[in-house]
């Protein structure tokens, strides 16, 4: 099937019922217009995500200003699949000043948690685990002395842990979420309870009180999925090249307005139109 060139819409349409108008005039036109008619929708969901979550990630920014200056971190591991959006945002922030300042860039990696909770899934959980922890000790070179692991957000930190835990022992960590799970009126309630989190720094954006946030919603953009026993994600039969690179695209000319935003206009006394970070948890090592 020949694609046509892919142009990103800037919104999806707001009104639900010409969304559901053009998705049927494609439906009735046959596979290729239905597929024609998700590659755009999927960039718009994309972009409208993205702009969702701005207040957040302009606040994880700032949150990992000081660090990135200070060079903290080696590598960026982040948690697939979801956190790959953020994961990339967080590099390219690293990128830009490792070369504004000429030095290395951190190297970005990613791995795939997948746990099961249920005792029937216990051998595929252990299983991955051993998979998880083989790969990393085999890249222990890329990830540096000290790793900085991303997510999107982080309610029980399960996923979170089984990466922590997948770590070689001589390579330290911190965790970076754009979003925290909050299941009580008071955010730090649930935030006393993350510190509990092997780990050294946690650092992020904001609270959120849904089970999920936009950008884990996001991922199917990517057109990837997951597999138990493999130690990252893999394309799927959705993968669309256009698509992907240009749905990154968004994510990096994000990352670089932001990074004007809270690098360069933050130092011209700007700083107080900016929401304010959240700070850093301190967590204790495992």
Known sequence: ???RPLEIPPVLNPDPEIRRQSYEEAYAKGEEALYEWWRPHFLGRHGE??????YNLVNLAKSLKKPIEEHRW????????SGR????FVHRLMKRYA???GTKVPTLMYLAPEHKPHWKKRKQTIKKRLVMKDYLKARQNRLGKRTLVVTEFIASGRNIRDILKAFPRKTAY??????????????????????????????????TKKPDTPLFKATEVLGRKKDEFKATSFRSEYFDPQRTQAARQMVVDMADEI??????????ADIDQLPNPNPALNLEAP
Do not use: I
């Not at 080696?74 to 699949?81: A, E, I, M, N, T």
């Open 174 to 207: 911190d965790v970076a979420s754009v979003a925290v799970m909050s299941y009580f009126e008071d955010p730090n309630t649930e935030l006393r309870k993350l510190k509990r989190l092997p780990g050294q720094m946690l650092f992020y954006g904001g609270t």
């Open 1 to 3: 099937m020949q694609q």
């Open 74 to 81: 080696d590598s960026v591991l982040g948690d697939d699949l």
């Open 99 to 101: 070369q504004e300042s």
């Open 85 to 88: 959006t953020p994961a990339v």
């Open 49 to 54: 995500t993205l702009e969702a979550e701005r």
């Open 259 to 268: 990074y004007e935003q809270v690098f360069h206009t933050a130092e011209k």
